[in-house]
């Protein structure tokens, strides 16, 4: 039997990062992940989306680019060059993750983990025993008992990623950070899309004014919005509209988007408390046996890659440090890498309301800002809101709509992180010409005062 100071089932964003900090600090680690090293996130989420959707984007760009003295002909789009840029990436990135993991003395071991007991794990006859134990087993797309909704054309995000043509039709059903991001990257591309949503707005973490300009940016899908879908037909989908009509809709493909679900099969020997939205644990992310801790989706916390790569560090600072740290959740960036792009960190004015926060707000239009005109025109839209404490001039929120979205906001995860007041804030400089630039510029208009 080999023995481990740590053994870590599951190499996504948060299990190969924990085996990676435990390694560094000379302990022995075995990592071990029944298929590919990164997970969902490198293999059939962030990296390979990212991917298809930058090709999208250029495409996009070349075809607008007549306005910006850029004039190309006959300007298409290969599907299958994309997808080979995509595999490249992917694999170039795993080859990168394993690498890591020899470089701090992780052993991997590939295959289906079979828990013994909150100690002791077995791949095929080879039997492990570890101090402790991190689970990191992540989530599965969730497939809602729709009638039809096991037919061939029925394609999850993972499977939708290895298409080998451009649909004439999608539909998504769900209108969460999943299918915004397909939408945007499928009617780039020449595909006629219509995303169904249960709910009476898009993507519900976002301030309501941007999810609505989301909608209106993203031209070329069409949003159908208090629907209800019905059944999935060989040739359709059929849904309940927001009036309560019956509808029907062709369609060549369907993506079914509606959420994930926590990969807790197999667990039931390590005497887990789960709940309904995965293991339970506490802000150390301990979970109910004391030396067996839970990351990332699997505990249902916060379903980001981020988020689980800050779970891994909490954890193995709490498993091998000599203080404890606590995950918090209130500044925790998500960002949507849709065209336009989208992020935000703490909270809308809907949460603070809901919370009884006394707040001030102020929004600015992108299309005022030098960099973000120079590059988009002033027909474009984007927005920045800023979101501070009336009592305390502590910024508890920043949401953005627009270019370079994704790459600004870990500012505002550090701004909320670090309680910055107002006046804080405005004593930065940012670069000039940038659109981080209205960050500033919209704390100024919620105080004038030097």
Sequence with gaps: METYDLIVVGSGPGGYVAAERAGALGKKVLLIEKGLLGGVCTNWGCIPTKSLLNGAKQYKHALEGEKFGLEAQSVSYSLEKAMAWKRDTVETLRGGIGFLMKSNKVETVFGEAIFVDAHTVKVGETVYEG??????TGSSPFVPPI???????????DEILSVEKVPASLTIIGGGVIGVEFASYFSMIGTKVTV????????PMMDADFAKMMRRELKGVDFKLGCKVEEVTPDGVLFTDAKGAKQSLDTELVLMSVGRKPNVDGLENLGLDIGRSGIVVDEHLQTNVANVYAIGDVNGKSLLAHSASRMAEVAIANIFGSTKQRMRYNAIPWAVYSDPEAAGCGLTETEAANRGIAIKSHTIQMRSNGRFLAEQG????GLVKVI?????NVLLGVHLLGPYSSEMIWGAAAIIEAELRIQDVKEIVFPHPSVSELIKDACFALDHTL
């Design 131 to 136: 101090d402790f134990l991190i689970v990191a």
């Design 147 to 157: 009638p039809g909704s096991k037919l061939s054309h029925v394609l999850t995000s």
């Design 388 to 392: 501070a404490s009336s009592e305390t």
């Design 196 to 203: 169904i949503e249960m709910m009476d707005e898009i993507l």
């Design 378 to 381: 002033k027909r474009a839209g």
